[in-house]
C-alpha cells in the first residue's frame, strides 16, 4: 500500500496554477484572487472511502468518493463544471480522471517523504502543487 494521504497539509509552492485555471476558463478576476490563496487540503479515509478538502478563506471545495466508483462532480465555486470522476490508485499515485466539456482534465495525488504532491491537469496545462504536514496534525 502507498503512503497514507491522510492528513491536513499546507501549501508551500504553487507552479502554473494560472495556466490551469486559464484552461478552466476562470476570468482573470477570479485568478488573482485564486493565485494569492494560501490553500489547504485536508484529506479523510475510511478504507475505499476518501474525502479531499480543499481550504481557503475565499472558499472552500470538498469532494466524497470510492476508489475506482465513478461520481457525478459539480465544480461548485470553481468553473462550475458538470463532471463525470473516477478515482483510481495508479502504482502509488491516486489519479482522478474528470470526464466533461474540458479534454484531459483530472489529477494526482501522492506522498514523498513527508510532503504531498499535486498535479492538477486541464487540456494540456499541468499545475504541480506541493504540501507539507500542518505541525498541529499528528
Ligand atoms: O483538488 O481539484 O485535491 O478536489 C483548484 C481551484 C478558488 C476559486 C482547487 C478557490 C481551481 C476561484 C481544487 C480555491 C480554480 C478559481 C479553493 C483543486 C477555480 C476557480 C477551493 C482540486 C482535487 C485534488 C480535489
Known amino acids: 500500500m502507498p ?10 509552492s504553487n507552479v502554473n ?6 484552461a ?5 478576476y477570479l485568478r488573482k484572487i485564486a493565485l494569492r490563496l494560501k490553500l489547504r ?10 474525502i479531499i478538502k480543499t ?3 475565499f472558499r472552500n471545495y470538498a469532494i466524497s468518493f470510492k476508489i475506482g466508483q465513478e461520481f457525478e462532480e459539480f465544480t461548485k465555486g470553481l468553473d462550475n463544471g458538470h463532471i463525470k470522476s473516477t478515482v483510481t490508485w495508479q502504482g502509488n499515485k491516486l489519479m482522478c480522471e ?32 506541493v504540501f507539507k504536514k500542518n505541525a498541529n496534525d499528528c
Request: include cysteine; charged fraction near 25%.
Open 41 to 50: 487540503k485536508v484529506i479523510e479515509q475510511q478504507g475505499d472511502q476518501y
Open 3 to 12: 503512503a497514507s494521504l491522510r492528513g491536513t497539509w499546507d501549501i508551500i
Open 24 to 28: 478552466l476558463g476562470i476570468s482573470i
Open 98 to 129: 474528470q470526464i466533461g466539456e474540458k479534454k484531459n482534465r483530472g489529477w494526482a495525488h501522492w506522498v514523498e517523504g513527508d510532503k504531498l504532491h499535486l498535479e492538477l491537469y486541464c487540456d494540456g496545462e499541468v499545475c504541480k502543487q
Open 55 to 57: 481550504l481557503s478563506t
Open 17 to 22: 496554477f494560472d495556466g490551469y485555471m486559464s
